[in-house]
């Protein structure tokens, strides 16, 4: 049975989730991702155009991934603490999340990290970040003035991303878990 031009792109973007997640992207050659995904060469040319619009897909995809997981937690809070706390929750779920080789870190960041300055990928992982930081503000702007709660996102992304790093090279959620309560803190502390 011929693969459908849709089939391929999912087959393509699953395959290029693992690969560059694993590896990096760098190390993540065309042919391998094509083999991973059981298409021929030509349908990642037909679907992206180029191996560099694959890693665009692939951030997009990410950012949806935890976009997915934060309106699952967001589902059951009823605070704003809950609110924020759901923002961290998602990355502990990424981090739980089947990965061939380990939990790594953040994928969108471990990705930007391999891109040149002024790359579209990394234009995408900053705009991932400040969403997530836009977001922990809005939580807080229910319960505290504008800089405060300005302020206490900025802070709190601190926390957050610096826990993420130290996630990803320890391969464990325990510096997540620790900066959620660190975090609590905070929230309560405004």
């Known amino acids: 049975m011929p693969v459908t031009k849709a089939s391929a792109r999912s087959r393509l973007l699953a395959a290029a989730r693992e690969k560059f997640y694993a590896d990096g992207i760098a190390a993540t050659g065309v042919d391998g991702i094509v083999e991973s995904a059981g298409v021929a060469k030509m349908s990642l040319y037909n679907n992206f155009g180029s191996k560099a619009e694959l890693v665009v897909a692939y951030l997009e995809a990410r950012h949806q991934e935890w976009l997915d997981l934060y309106s699952a937690r967001l ?13 961290v929750d998602a990355y502990i779920d990424d981090a739980h999340a089947a990965h061939a080789r380990g939990f790594r870190g953040c994928g969108l960041l471990n990705a930007a990290a391999e891109l040149p300055a002024g790359d579209p990928g990394r234009r995408l992982v900053a705009k991932h970040k400040a969403d997530v930081e836009e977001l922990i503000r809005g939580h807080l702007s229910r319960m505290a003035g504008e800089k405060a709660s300005r302020d206490g996102a900025e802070e709190i992304s601190f926390v957050l991303e610096g826990a993420m790093a130290r996630a990803g090279l320890e391969g464990s ?5 620790t900066a959620r309560e660190i975090i609590a803190r905070i929230v309560g502390h405004l």
């Open 173 to 177: 959620d325990r510096r997540l878990r």
């Open 75 to 87: 589902e059951g809070a009823e605070t704003s603490l809950d609110g924020v706390l759901a923002v």
